[in-house]
């Protein structure tokens, strides 16, 4: 099963890289609301590799990359791979207003901006397509 594996994590990394370019949107109208407009594509870039405001989102872009890595290997992922990053994959982008790193400053982002709550919601459809939330019952069998 080696092309539903592929699948699944070619779904994931997508639905993943439409969140992330979601909170790039939203960190940079912070930026240039709290700090100062960006100038140009070329400033953009390089406070995103750079600047500490944007430091937490490469978590999630370092994610991306492990997927496309994965991906990319000549030995396909299996279903038992698929199904660890998704998990690991869902724990990552599970915001926590007590927690720390990426999970707190994603939730001050879902508090902050409507667009990133609604690009957390089409993540967890990604997530509810490729497989059951761990611990979700199952439908019931008569």
Known sequence: MPDLARQQLTDLRNGLLRLHLGLLDSERAAYERDV?????TGE????????????WLRELSQFV???????????????ADAGRL???A?????PSESGAGFAKRYDEAMQ?????????GAMMQVFAALAPEPGAAGPEKN
């Open 44 to 55: 953009y870039l390089n406070l995103v590799l750079n600047d500490p405001w944007f430091t």
């Open 86 to 88: 998704i998990a690991r």
């Open 112 to 120: 902050r901006d409507p667009a990133v709550v609604l690009a957390h």
């Open 65 to 79: 990359v492990l997927l496309d890595e994965t991906l990319d290997f000549a030995d396909p992922p299996t279903l």
């Open 90 to 94: 869902r724990a990552l982008v599970t």
């Open 36 to 40: 100062k407009r960006i100038a140009g």
